[in-house]
């Protein structure tokens, strides 16, 4: 079945660059997806990338895909203290309906 | 503008109360979601409309009863809820580019069940 796994933490110092890592199971999935979920707050879309490109930059964020090894991931450049957030890797789930398959979520921490 | 509203933004129910949570987009997407989510966990898809008509229903209880009015509105019908039903509860909707969707998702209503 489709699975989306990420490590569950990172710590970064403001200014330094973070790297968000997931691997994803289902290559069928076309699109792949961030999102930011800050404390009690709903998801915020971060960005996305279609499974035929490699890279796509969205000012400080960079989302790289390797379709072969199915490894996705997020660069945030000069991280500030407002990236702490959770962030969730998603694929589309099976069917046409636009339903989401998340990974767990890596909780980014960023010291001052 | 990619605004989903969600009211109450937080309830507090009795397990013998009925309570509704409402969501609304007018992005004009077809596709609406609801999906709960549990602390320190990723949400989980509850039901998917899809044109004002239910298309996936994970297996939820039947003690939650969604329901879509019309395209720019979906409620959620919560009747003799249990506390470990406590939960953010999301709504989304989604624009569809073709081969894919673009997703996005309300601010949630925290429900507690007593």
């Known amino acids: 079945g489709e699975d989306v796994e990420q490590s569950l933490f990172l710590s970064v110092r403001e200014g330094d660059s973070s790297v968000i890592n997931c691997t994803y199971t289902?290559?069928?999935?076309?699109?792949l997806y961030w999102y930011k979920q800050e404390p009690g707050a709903g998801l915020q879309l971060l960005t996305y990338?279609?499974?035929?490109?490699d890279m796509k930059q969205d000012q400080r964020l960079t989302v790289l895909l390797n379709k072969k090894d199915k490894h996705l991931s997020l660069r945030i450049a000069d991280t500030q203290t407002g990236d702490s957030a959770i962030y969730f890797c998603?694929?589309?789930?099976?069917?046409?309906?636009?339903?989401?398959?998340f990974g767990k979520g890596t909780k980014l921490s960023v010291k001052p | 503008d990619t605004e989903v509203t969600q009211t109450p933004k937080h309830l507090v129910m009795g397990m013998t109360n009925k309570k509704s949570l409402k969501c609304e987009q007018h992005?004009?997407?077809?596709?609406m979601y609801w999906y709960k989510q549990k602390a320190k966990k990723p949400p989980e898809l509850m039901f998917v409309?899809?044109?004002?008509?239910?298309?996936i229903n994970e297996s939820v209880p039947s003690r939650f009863s969604p329901e879509c009015p019309n395209s720019s509105l979906l409620n959620l019908h919560l009747h003799a809820l249990q506390p470990e039903d406590s939960a953010l509860y999301l709504c989304?909707?989604?624009?569809?580019?073709?081969?894919?969707?673009?997703?996005?998702f309300g601010p949630g209503t925290r429900l507690t069940v007593t």
């Open positions: 289902d290559s069928s999935s076309t699109y």
């Open positions: 409309y899809s044109y004002e008509k239910l298309s």
């Open positions: 998603a694929e589309s789930g099976g069917g046409s309906q636009g339903n989401l398959i």
């Open positions: 989304a909707s989604s624009q569809n580019l073709g081969q894919g969707w673009e997703q996005y």
């Open positions: 992005m004009g997407h077809r596709a």
């Open positions: 990338i279609f499974s035929n490109m």
